[in-house]
């Protein structure tokens, strides 16, 4: 089992910036490729950002990208997203999750791919 805690959502506005943490436990963190992704509620899941287990492999969804940023930290058992220049669109609960297997865009970007999630955290923008 691998046990993931956000932290850093709250309330911007446009223009501003948050920097959302993912804390994991458990497993071997380094032995994960982690991802965000956001719900608006009545939608499903999107994909926001990834990051293979060992950092070297990154991706961004288009809908953000140039905006925000991933990174991890293994050794401190930690993923980040780094937002930036947010919008009001970007209103969403965001949740971490984590996934062990080949790091390609036909698994990163699904959440179905994904073996373990967070509880979420709320960004709100406002205009």
């Known amino acids: 089992q691998v046990q993931l805690v956000e932290s850093g959502g709250g309330l911007v506005q446009a223009g501003g910036s948050l920097r959302l943490s993912c804390a994991a436990s458990?497993?071997?963190?380094?032995?994960?490729?982690m991802g965000w992704f956001r719900q608006a509620p009545r939608q499903e899941r999107e994909f926001v950002a990834a990051i293979a287990w060992n950092g070297r492999n990154k991706d961004i969804a288009a809908s953000v990208k140039g905006r925000f940023a991933i990174s991890r930290d293994n050794a401190k058992n930690t993923v980040i997203l780094q937002m930036n220049v947010l919008k009001p669109e970007d209103t969403n609960v965001y949740y971490c999750?984590?996934?062990?297997?080949?790091?390609?865009?036909?698994?990163?970007?699904?959440?179905?791919?994904?073996?373990?999630w967070g509880q979420g955290t709320q960004v709100t923008v406002s205009s």
């Open positions: 999750a984590a996934f062990a297997g080949t790091y390609i865009p036909e698994s990163y970007s699904k959440a179905n791919t994904y073996d373990y």
């Open positions: 458990g497993r071997t963190f380094s032995n994960y490729n």
